[in-house]
């Protein structure tokens, strides 16, 4: 069936370094790609996503690449901040499933 | 800004009892989602729902599960017959197209004891 890997589980960066989530996905017919940050005991809320026509968006200071040959796509977060640290999720949606499968999840943790 | 709620916020309730959790999905929205998340574990998809019919169901959707639209504006999922592993956060969710944003409720807590 459809799968999404993540990668790292725990991720540590020092404030104001860069942090780098990575994701993988099975099905080639995914074809929306929305990531997720959850603090803790609250909703997922979207941060940034990206079309299967698109091969980068940015955002101030986020931004996510998608390769689609490959099945990769990353979230990445530059000039950390404190209220980074949350849990990050990816997901693929594909269109013609209506149903979005998301990754296991990183948790970010800034340190001072 | 417009936002999906839901009722209740926390819910517990013995083995084998029915539930059913209430959602309030944004009004112009016509693409409704229900989610679990065990504590500590990822997001899951139960359920999609457009057009007054399910176009998508995972493996955890049982017969055990159904949601339903009963007046235009609510969107519901019961558990028949609850049982332990049931016991997780629940979202709702709603877009108002395919790839469109999905916007997710506060959740509901539910506890199976």
């Known amino acids: 069936g459809e799968n999404v890997e993540q990668h790292p589980s725990t991720l540590s960066v020092q404030e104001g370094d860069s942090a780098v989530i990575k994701c993988t996905y099975s099905?080639?017919?995914?074809?929306?790609f929305p990531w997720y940050k959850q603090e803790l005991g609250k909703r997922p809320q979207l941060i940034i996503d990206?079309?299967?026509?698109?091969g980068e968006k940015k955002d101030q200071r986020i931004a996510v690449t998608l390769n689609k040959t490959a099945k990769h796509f990353s979230l990445h977060i530059t000039e950390t901040q404190p209220e980074d640290s949350a849990v990050y999720f990816c997901?693929?949606?594909?269109?013609?499933?209506?149903?979005?499968?998301f990754g296991k999840g990183t948790r970010l943790h800034i340190l001072p | 800004e417009p936002e999906v709620t839901q009722t209740p916020s926390h819910q517990v309730t013995q083995m084998g009892q029915e539930v059913i959790l209430r959602c309030v999905p944004i009004?112009?929205?016509?693409?409704f989602y229900w989610y679990r998340q065990i504590l500590g574990q990822k997001v899951e998809f139960l359920v999609s729902?457009?057009?007054?019919?399910?176009?998508?169901k995972s493996e955890i959707f049982d017969d055990q599960f159904s949601v339903e639209r009963p007046d235009g504006s609510n969107f519901t999922l019961k558990i028949r017959s609850t049982k332990l592993e049931d016991s997780a956060m629940y979202f709702c969710?709603?877009?108002?197209?395919?790839?469109?944003?999905?916007?997710f409720g506060p959740g509901t807590r539910l506890t199976v004891t």
């Open positions: 997901a693929a949606f594909m269109n013609r499933d209506d149903k979005i499968i």
């Open positions: 099905d080639s017919a995914s074809n929306y």
């Open positions: 990206i079309r299967s026509n698109v």
């Open positions: 009004s112009n929205h016509l693409y």
């Open positions: 729902f457009y057009n007054n019919e399910i176009s998508e």
């Open positions: 969710a709603s877009n108002g197209g395919p790839t469109y944003e999905q916007y």
